[in-house]
């Protein structure tokens, strides 16, 4: 069975400084996809940023960067220069290569950014 | 607009009072999803859809019934609701077969109370 598993049910960070999520998960594919999804208070879920498995490079999508560490199946959320509107709920979710699109989510990181 | 759209956004309703959220997107996806989402638990997963009159049961499809009879709409039916299925729900489609597209796009969220 594949397991998402966010570690850190709250956290906060001072605006403008650096905040790092943590998320790990368990799957037997050789072929995945790690997600990040952003969940402001409008309940709107907002995708940040992704990440094949087959590839090394680490995704940045400008503010926001990925730590993948295939073999210790960790994929972590870095948000420098963090900003009010960041503040929001966080969802790790895994998706297999194989599968018909199913997404399995972690439990969620509330993140509080703090003036 | 690309976009999944979903109605009701709230709803309160009595237990055993039959009822329908509907979820529509236009981007004539393939793969349709519902998700429910309770506090500390993340999003789980409902039913799914690869293609029309294809369904298939997610994580906790107990109480739940959908149908796929057009590509673009994908209803949740609840027959008999209960208090615990008091919960956010959330519809999603996406192309998991056409490479990078494998984003699930999310509709905006539907508010349940059933008491």
């Known amino acids: 069975a594949q397991t998402v598993t966010q570690s850190q049910p709250e956290m906060s960070v001072q605006e403008a400084e650096t905040v790092t999520l943590s998320c790990t998960y368990d799957t037997s594919e050789s072929n995945y996809y790690l997600f990040w999804y952003k969940q402001p208070p409008s309940r709107q879920m907002i995708l940040v940023i992704r990440q094949e498995a087959y590839k090394q490079q680490n995704a940045t999508e400008n503010r926001f960067s990925v730590n993948f560490q295939k073999a210790a199946k960790s994929f972590s959320l870095k948000i420098s220069d963090s900003q009010l509107g960041d503040t929001a709920m966080y969802f790790c979710a895994l998706r297999s290569g194989g599968s018909q699109g199913n997404l399995i989510f972690g439990k969620g990181t509330k993140l509080s950014v703090k003036p | 607009e690309a976009q999944v759209t979903q109605n009701p956004r709230y709803l309160i309703t009595v237990t055993g009072k039959k009822l329908t959220v509907t979820c529509s997107q236009n981007?004539?996806?393939?793969?349709m999803s519902w998700y429910r989402q309770d506090p500390g638990l993340g999003l789980r997963q409902i039913y799914y859809s690869m293609n029309v009159e294809v369904t298939d049961k997610g994580d906790v499809p107990e109480g739940y019934k959908v149908s796929r009879k057009e590509k673009r709409n994908f209803p949740l039916i609840l027959e008999s609701p209960s208090p615990n299925q008091t919960s956010l729900y959330f519809c999603?489609?996406?192309?998991?077969?056409?490479?990078?597209?494998?984003?699930?796009?999310f509709g905006p969220g539907t508010r349940l109370t059933v008491t």
């Open positions: 999603a489609s996406s192309n998991p077969t056409s490479g990078y597209s494998y984003e699930q796009y």
């Open positions: 981007m004539n996806h393939e793969y």
